[in-house]
């Protein structure tokens, strides 16, 4: 049974830092992507960034590149997404997934079959 466990959200202002991770277990994940998604009030769960866990290759959005950073530790199964620079739109429920995107279809949310049950991140002004 594939889980996948959030932690480190939480209330910050802008400008300031948080490191989410992702608790992975139940399946070998060095063939899958991890994935960072997040989902604000009232608006679609779009994409952050993605890791292959073999080879590390790293996917990033538009809007966080060069502020967020998504690693691995296969040692410990564990995806983290260190996020500097924070704003206030970055507010959202983030959620950890896991998958075999297309590699054309890495933002997409239905090519991802496991999710985690997210965590806030809340950016003050």
């Known amino acids: 049974q594939v889980q996948l466990v959030e932690s480190g959200g939480g209330l910050v202002q802008a400008g300031g830092s948080l490191r989410l991770s992702c608790a992975a277990s139940?399946?070998?994940?060095?063939?899958?992507?991890m994935g960072w998604f997040r989902q604000a009030p009232g608006k679609e769960r779009e994409f952050v960034a993605a890791?292959?866990?073999?080879?590390?290759?790293?996917y990033y959005a538009g809007s966080v590149k060069g502020r967020f950073t998504i690693s691995r530790d296969n040692a410990k199964n564990t995806v983290y997404l260190q996020m500097n620079s924070l704003k206030p739109e970055d507010t959202a429920v983030y959620y950890c997934?896991?998958?075999?995107?297309?590699?054309?279809?890495?933002?997409?949310?239905?090519?991802?079959?496991?999710w985690g049950q997210g965590t806030q991140v809340t950016v003050s002004s």
């Open positions: 997934n896991s998958g075999k995107p297309i590699a054309t279809m890495l933002a997409r949310v239905e090519q991802y079959d496991y």
């Open positions: 890791i292959r866990w073999s080879g590390g290759n790293t």
């Open positions: 139940g399946r070998t994940f060095s063939s899958y992507v």
